[in-house]
């Protein structure tokens, strides 16, 4: 047998005979995981991890934690961390290779802010062209001292201050990134630091922070979320068990309510409601999804979703609430290329910066499976099939990012003539057991 060359592009292309059925579980989620890992590593003894999302974004985030102090280790199915305190993160000994992803660079910059290092950021072709001008801003004001390459993007070497500043800071844009960059700065800086944010973002930092110990409160007010964290803190170590991936979720849930005849279920499902838009956009759309047996886990609402084929209409969204749902927007135009009529989606602009530029490439990749659609500066507008299969007969350019690539596959579930995806490498930055899980709802993978 010939070895496989794990530098050549792997083709994908997913297809059914009939419909979807089983049921199934989403690997952890990301942005539960890479903080999970962060804090751990911040708190003096050892935090232990259950359901940790073991994709190369989150293995990114260990391997540099690791790199600046902390003992990381994998014992069956639990990650065991043990931290060595706010404050007490060692200079690296190499540059620090953040592979695909924009939250293990973002986060961390944040957190070596604040510390006497220095340290050198790089990653793939896709992550060095996202800006990082955003979180430069505000940790430069803190204190911190970078040089980047142009643009603001990496490779980029930056200094952290040692004792910081605190800051006030208004977030310019909604990000969670941004926003995490902040507080974690704050960690290790004397006095109080301040996160104001207009729009809300995911609140895993804040409830993590507050989890591990630390003194953070958040306050509503006419401005927006107020977001106060006292610095020097002290952190605890925990046992964490990690909900399943939401974002990881919508790629089942779309391909269900496409494909005629399914009916599955998909289990512990992250509900939290700065990410669960995506549900209840799809039911708007007239797709039968049911929350049941809602709990909690670690202090995250978690529930099992049943998702059965529907007739879905198309949507408008002006994009108000698009933060609750922001990497779920490519399964989404798969989502309204299927239903009936046409959808509008706006408010998207952050997209454009994502591990692609999500509103091109999506745009470009439904064109090439003949679903009429209208790039926007701001989003797109496509118009539906109204549920019959769409032309398919593509092969669709990913651009190393791992949700053009499910999306595409996904598509290709409702298509007259296959849809290839050029390189399905990147899925396993956040969902390395996609394709099994596609294939135990009964897709054939031709890959
Ligand atoms: C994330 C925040 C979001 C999201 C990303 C993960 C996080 O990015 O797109 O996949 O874990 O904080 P922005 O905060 O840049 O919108």
Redesign the pocket.
């Known amino acids: 047998m010939d070895a496989v060359d794990s530098s050549a592009p792997q083709p994908l292309t997913l297809a059914t005979t009939g419909p979807l059925s089983g049921r199934v579980t989403v690997p952890g989620d ?2 539960i995981s ?1 903080r999970s890992l962060m804090l751990g590593a911040l708190a003096v003894g050892e935090t232990v991890i259950t359901g940790l999302l073991e994709g190369e974004d989150v293995l990114a985030t260990a391997a540099a934690m690791r790199a600046m102090g902390a003992i990381i280790e994998r014992r069956e199915a639990r990650w065991h961390v043990h931290g060595v305190g706010v404050g007490g993160l060692l200079q690296p000994g190499q540059a620090l290779d953040m592979g695909n992803s ?2 293990s660079t973002r986060l961390l910059m944040g957190l070596i802010a604040s510390h006497p290092i220095t340290a050198t950021f790089v990653g793939d072709a896709s992550l060095s062209k996202r800006p990082m001008g955003r979180v430069i801003d505000p940790l430069s004001l803190m204190g911190a001292s970078f040089t980047a390459s142009p643009g603001g993007r990496l490779p980029l070497t930056m200094q952290g201050r040692c004792p910081a500043v605190p800051l006030r800071y208004t977030l310019p844009v ?5 926003k ?1 960059a902040v507080l974690l700065a704050g960690l290790n800086t004397p006095g109080q630091t301040v996160v104001v944010e207009p729009v809300a ?2 609140d895993h930092s804040e409830r993590m922070l507050q989890g591990f110990g630390a003194a953070l409160n958040v306050e509503q007010a006419p401005e927006g979320r107020i977001i106060t964290l006292m610095g020097e803190a002290e952190l605890r170590p925990q046992t964490i068990t990690v909900p399943g991936d939401p974002s990881s979720a919508a790629f089942p849930m779309v391909a269900a309510l496409i494909v005629p005849g399914s009916d599955i279920m998909i289990e512990n499902v992250g509900m939290n409601p700065t990410r669960a838009g995506l549900v209840t956009v799809l039911q708007a759309m007239g797709g039968d999804i049911t929350v049941m047996n809602p709990r909690s886990v670690g202090g995250e609402p978690v529930a099992d979703l049943r998702v059965r084929h529907s007739v879905l209409t198309g949507i408008d969204l002006p994009g108000d609430d698009a933060a609750a749902m ?2 779920e927007y490519p399964v989404l135009f798969v989502a309204a290329a299927c239903a009936q009529g046409s959808s509008q989606l706006r408010g998207l602009e ?1 997209l454009r910066v ?1 591990e692609s530029d999500r509103i091109a490439v999506m745009a470009a990749g439904l064109a090439a499976c003949g679903v009429p659609c209208k790039e926007l500066a701001d989003g797109i507008t496509i118009t539906g099939s109204g549920g019959d299969p769409l032309p398919g007969g593509a092969t669709i350019a990913a651009h190393l990012d791992h949700r053009i690539a499910m999306s595409f596959a996904v598509l290709g579930l409702n298509a007259r003539a296959p849809v290839t995806i050029d390189d399905s490498r990147p899925i396993a930055t956040s969902f390395p057991t996609f394709v099994a899980m596609m294939q135990a709802l009964g897709a054939e993978s031709q890959a």
């Open positions: 990301k942005s890479h924009g939250t909604a990000s969670a990134q941004v995490s973002t995911r922001i990497d952050e994502k």
